[in-house]
């Protein structure tokens, strides 16, 4: 998984500890494919979570497809069609779409055949994917050589289909130039966007979605936990993203998470560049990890050392921010009341007006995407036609933060699920800065 703050980590050199790397300031060296050879003591000590939720099976994928179709005929959609690493076609069939700039599709009609279109040369690995989905062999596969279009032959695919004209919804996630190149290809149809289905269908979990969702976060607190106990004064971004390795593949794992410290942590995504610990400042660490496709995302806030009387007034604004958001989540409030009432917390406490100190979204949805429908703020920039109220079942971030430029910031994230009576957090709440995992 690589996220948004992911990227930062190459950026700025701070690359993960290699094998047989040294952690600079403790002493603890990593071998071979992150086997440790000695590490601290809290890191050592972490258990295995891998494999204690069950795949999502066909059956489950087939329930979801024919849910797709209901949404289709509700918003009078004749076909969907899912594009080169959608994540969407792993959640309907459980295939990775990874073209390039080859298109690769999947093709779901309300009613008729799915079909998936490939390169010719692809052709046998496209029949191996579908064979072990929900499709088996009910799919057909529709070939392109590389002299031809791709668009036409889905578009001869819709036809053959009874789709001749029609409503054909692209996910958003499509490139431009694919769904350009499908607009000339088939002028004759009319194509929109499929979020009325995807987001429809994937906003809403189920009970096995929670359990990875809810063994994701432990995980990944589990983690961050190990890593605090392990920090020492020196250390730097770099020996801290290798302990986050290290702890990762001890649970069995695939995750990662970002360090800021001191004045990088006044900026909500922080720096690529290499930091150093020193004692009394603010170190904020960011992400998460995927079970079974599902991702978590959880922010720890804390000092090493004793924090300053502002550092702890700031925290505290943020903690009780993040309380005003949990206590209005609830099944038909709307969505950007959320938001508002984290920012008036905020705002009333002296760090407004607007976004001026808390300078990003309360929340985000949360699922097989790290960021997915709906978002927790006044005018979605996205606009999407969908209900802006909540519904038991949506799982988002509750992150608040207060962000000033030149000293510090502070944010507390953890995952929100929506049930029929309110919210409830999946891990427990941040106490303090001195204290961020309640020991």
């Not at 976060?217 to 890593?227: D, S």
């Not at 020996?239 to 006044?266: P, Q």
């Not at 922080?270 to 004692?279: A, K, L, M, N, P």
Request: proline share 5%; net charge negative; with cysteine.
């Amino acid at each position: 998984m690589v996220s948004r703050r992911g990227f930062l980590r190459v950026a700025g050199g701070a690359a993960v500890v290699g094998a047989a790397g040294s952690v600079s300031g403790w002493g603890e060296a990593v071998g071979d494919a992150g086997e440790a050879s000695s590490l601290p003591v809290p890191i050592a000590a972490l258990a295995s979570f891998a494999g204690k939720v069950a795949p999502i099976s066909n059956d489950e994928r087939r329930a979801r497809i024919e849910r797709a179709k209901q949404l289709m005929a509700e918003n009078k959609m004749d076909a969907i069609v899912l594009a080169n690493n959608s994540t969407s076609s792993m959640y309907f069939a459980n295939i990775s779409l990874n073209g390039g700039e080859r298109l690769w599709a999947l093709t779901i009609p309300a009613k008729g055949k799915p079909f998936v279109v490939c390169p010719a040369f692809e052709s046998v690995r496209a029949h191996e994917l579908l064979s072990s989905g929900p499709f088996g062999t009910d799919a057909d596969v529709l070939t392109w050589q590389e002299d031809e279009s791709p668009f036409a032959l889905t578009v001869k695919g819709l036809r053959d289909r009874g789709i001749a004209t029609g409503r054909v919804a692209l996910d958003e996630e499509m490139k431009f130039v694919f769904s350009n190149s499908l607009a000339l290809a088939g002028p004759q149809l009319t194509f929109v966007i499929a979020t009325p289905v995807t987001a429809g269908c994937r906003m809403i979990k189920d009970a096995h979605e929670m359990e990875c969702l809810r063994t994701a976060t432990a995980a990944t607190l589990a983690v961050y936990k190990a890593v605090y106990q392990s920090l020492r004064e020196g250390m730097t971004t770099v020996d801290v993203h290798g302990l986050i390795d290290a702890a990762y593949n001890k649970v069995g794992l695939r995750g990662e998470a970002s360090l800021n410290i001191g004045t990088f942590t006044a900026s909500p995504h922080g720096s690529g560049q290499v930091q150093t610990i020193r004692e009394g400042t603010v170190l904020m660490v960011d992400d998460g990890c995927t079970v079974e496709g599902y991702q978590s995302d959880i922010t720890r806030t804390f000092v090493l050392g004793k924090p300053t009387e502002k550092m702890k007034q700031v925290f505290d604004i943020v903690h009780q921010a993040q309380q005003a958001a949990l206590r209005q989540a609830k099944p038909g409030v709307e969505l950007a009341s959320v938001d508002a009432a984290a920012r008036k917390v905020i705002v009333d406490a002296g760090y407004g007006p607007g976004f001026k100190y808390f300078s990003h979204r309360v929340g985000h949805g949360l699922g097989m995407d790290g960021h997915e429908w709906p978002y927790l703020v006044k005018n979605d920039m996205f606009g999407w036609d969908l209900d802006p109220h909540m519904r038991a079942g949506m799982v988002f971030s509750d992150e608040p933060g207060i962000y000033i430029p030149g000293e510090f910031g502070v944010r507390l994230e953890d995952d929100m699920h929506i049930t029929e009576n309110g919210a409830e957090l999946l891990t427990p709440a941040s106490p303090s800065l001195e204290d961020p995992f309640g020991d």
